[in-house]
């Protein structure tokens, strides 16, 4: 059975202490079997969404396992 995460973010939150680094991602999931993951930066959510989609499609294309979620800026 393959298990998809389908809200997983990374990078700094700065709201909340949270590990949200990259690594920290790829071990929790791993530990909970997790094979394929919608991903999105938070830098996209808290800073500028050009740079976030950036960072989220450069991880993306390194990881075949996870798929880019973009950020869009409402305004």
Known sequence: M???DANVFFG?????RLQADLSSIKDVT???GVT????????GI?????S??????EVCRKEANMI???TL???
């Not at 394929?36 to 830098?43: E, N, P, Q, T, V």
């Not at 976030?52 to 499609?57: A, D, L, Q, R, S």
């Open 2 to 4: 393959q298990i998809f």
């Open 12 to 16: 700094f939150w700065s709201q909340r």
């Open 30 to 32: 791993a530990k909970h």
């Open 36 to 43: 394929r993951m919608l991903l999105c930066s938070l830098r």
């Open 46 to 50: 808290y800073a500028d969404f050009s």
């Open 52 to 57: 976030g989609n950036k960072e989220t499609i």
């Open 68 to 70: 880019p979620v973009a």
């Open 73 to 75: 800026n409402p305004h």
